[in-house]
């Protein structure tokens, strides 16, 4: 397994911007897909974007075109920029990685990962 480790959660009014990392102890380009999955209080999680080795990304339909996920591949960072938060927005976020499917695709459901962080806090106020 991949050891995960998230940062740069916090408080933001609604409208704001925050930059979560996640710093992974390997990464491969060919073989591994990485993404971030949002859990609110008393829901389950839920994928909010993905990233392939190619730079093929994956967004969950109510963050697209407000968070940004990029990955250096490098320093093994994984970034998600989001922007113009809302109240819904907030809740744990869990950094995953995991391996590509047969077909070499990399989905948006948290089952198909097999790493995780400890997560970091999004606090959101109206």
């Known amino acids: 397994q991949v050891q995960l480790v998230e940062s740069g959660g916090g408080s933001v009014q609604a409208g704001g911007s925050l930059t979560l990392s996640c710093a992974a102890s390997r990464y491969s380009a060919s073989t591994d897909c990485m993404g971030w999955f949002h859990q609110a209080p008393g829901k389950e999680r839920e994928g909010v974007a993905i990233?392939?080795?190619?730079?093929?990304?994956v967004y969950a339909p109510s963050v697209k075109g407000r968070f940004t996920i990029s990955l250096d591949n490098t320093k093994k960072t994984l970034s998600l920029q989001m922007n113009s938060l809302k109240p819904e927005d907030a809740g744990m976020y869990y950094c995953?990685?995991?391996?590509?499917?047969?077909?070499?695709?990399?989905?948006?459901?948290?089952?198909?990962?097999?790493?995780w962080g400890q997560g970091t806090q999004v606090t959101v106020s109206s």
């Open positions: 990233i392939g080795g190619i730079g093929s990304t």
């Open positions: 995953a990685a995991g391996v590509r499917s047969s077909a070499g695709f990399c989905y948006l459901l948290s089952r198909t990962y097999n790493s």
